[in-house]
């Protein structure tokens, strides 16, 4: 069976983390949907100078709103990744198909949109003196964990040393 996973990144603010997030998409054959208004821009020229050589490789989306996002995604299955959820985001068991959704870096995700998708709201445990992760390091971790239940589907999970002497 063919496995997709998606990540939603609603109107990230700085670039190098979402440069972070491509490459782990890139890495992993994630999905990228980027929902502006964004707080950089995105051209051929920006992407060579910061040596985005990957950036080929990403199958990615872009949309002007987060309604034009969901408009465009309707049907979809979507987890939002929040310090305000009640579940973690390994009690859940991710379909094929499945969006990650993430919010901007200073503010997170809509309160609207949380209240209205409580049941599809997680959360990263950590220690309540933080107030959270680093963007690219949650994304990171909730591909991980979705990529970990479905048996890492098309990666390559051993490597090689070379020139290896004892």
């Known amino acids: 069976m063919e496995h997709a996973l998606n990540i939603v990144l609603i109107e990230p603010e700085i670039p190098q983390n979402t440069g972070n997030i491509s490459r782990t998409c890139a890495a992993t054959g994630t999905r990228l949907h980027l929902v502006g208004p964004m707080g950089f821009q995105i051209t051929d020229k920006q992407v060579r100078r910061a040596g985005l050589d990957y950036w080929d490789k990403l ?10 996002f969901f408009e465009k995604n309707k049907g979809g299955t ?7 959820a009640e579940q973690t985001h390994s009690d859940i068991s991710y379909p094929n198909g ?27 445990p950590m220690r309540g003196i933080i107030r959270s992760l ?19 589907p098309k990666l390559s999970c051993k490597g090689q040393l070379h020139n290896l002497k004892w």
Do not use: M
């Open 134 to 152: 680093n963007l690219s390091n949650a994304v990171a971790v909730g591909v991980y964990e979705v990529l970990r239940q479905w048996d890492y």
């Open 59 to 68: 199958d990615i989306s872009y949309y002007d709103s987060t309604a034009e």
């Open 98 to 124: 499945a969006y990650l959704v993430f919010g901007k870096e200073t503010k997170g995700l809509p309160e609207e949109l949380l209240k209205e998708n409580h049941d599809s709201c997680v959360r990263l």
């Open 78 to 84: 979507f987890f939002y990744f929040t310090t305000k």
